[in-house]
T-cell receptor, first 113, second 112 residues
Framework: GENVEQHPSTLSVQEGDSAVIKCTYS??????FPWYKQELGKRPQLIID?????GEKKDQRIAVTLNKTAKHFSLHITETQPEDSAVYFC????????????FGKGITLSVRP | NAGVTQTPKFQVLKTGQSMTLQCAQD?????MSWYRQDPGMGLRLIHY???????DQGEVPNGYNVSRSTTEDFPLRLLSAAPSQTSVYFC???????????FGSGTQLSVL
């Protein structure tokens, strides 16, 4: 089955700096890659996703890039703010009714004011 | 739309007790799932369902049962609770058009 890995497990940045979170996946058939953000004590929520037919997607201060050859994808957050502090989960799946979404273990991002 | 509704929010059980975590969604999603979240382990899939009457095992199914008699409801049953089942449990349903997962608010379960 699919294996998704995130490194490192924690990341600390200064407010205003950029943050990059990287994930690797194992199943070359995976074609859907979402990122979920979980604030302390809250439920995970989708912040951005990308499909394998594009290499990059942006939404205001966040962007995701995908390298299918290397089987890795990254979340980029620019001009970080304290409210960006959260746990970020990457995930991967092969689209289809019966396929499962496999999550990475999550990375805790801390934005220092 | 209420989205995904999970109950209870908190529960304390004694080893060996059984209980059911309730999950309901009002978005007419065919796909529903249960995850457990443990520190440093991420979100691990317990069971999932692609429609009423259909369920399947995820990554960590042992000790849990599910059923899907309606599109709206997907309860998770702990048959005989063990301390290893102390965790935060999330129910989620998936939009079949954009594939977005909608999570419930979670259940914090402690097994003593």
């Amino acid at each position: 089955g699919e294996n998704v890995e995130q490194h490192p497990s924690t990341l600390s940045v200064q407010e205003g700096d950029s943050a990059v979170i990287k994930c690797t996946y194992s199943d070359s058939a995976s074609n859907y890659f979402p990122w979920y953000k979980q604030e302390l004590g809250k439920r995970p929520q989708l912040i951005i996703d990308i499909r394998s037919n594009v290499g990059e997607k942006k939404d205001q201060r966040i962007a995701v890039t995908l390298n299918k050859t290397a089987k890795h994808f990254s979340l980029h957050i620019t001009e970080t703010q304290p409210e960006d502090s959260a746990v970020y989960f990457c995930a991967a799946r092969v689209t289809g009714a019966n396929s499962k979404l496999t999550f990475g273990k999550g990375i805790t991002l801390s934005v220092r004011p | 739309n209420a989205g995904v509704t999970q109950t209870p929010k908190f529960q304390v059980l004694k080893t060996g007790q059984s209980m059911t975590l309730q999950c309901a969604q009002d978005m007419n999603h065919e796909y529903m799932s249960w995850y457990r979240q443990d520190p440093g382990m991420g979100l691990r899939l317990i069971h999932y369902s692609v429609g009423a009457g259909i369920t399947d095992q995820g990554e960590v199914p042992n000790g849990y049962n599910v059923s899907r008699s309606t599109t709206e409801d997907f309860p998770l049953r702990l048959l005989s609770a063990a301390p290893s089942q102390t965790s935060v449990y999330f129910c989620a349903s998936r939009d079949q058009v954009n594939e977005k997962l909608f999570f419930g608010s979670g259940t914090q379960l402690s097994v003593l």
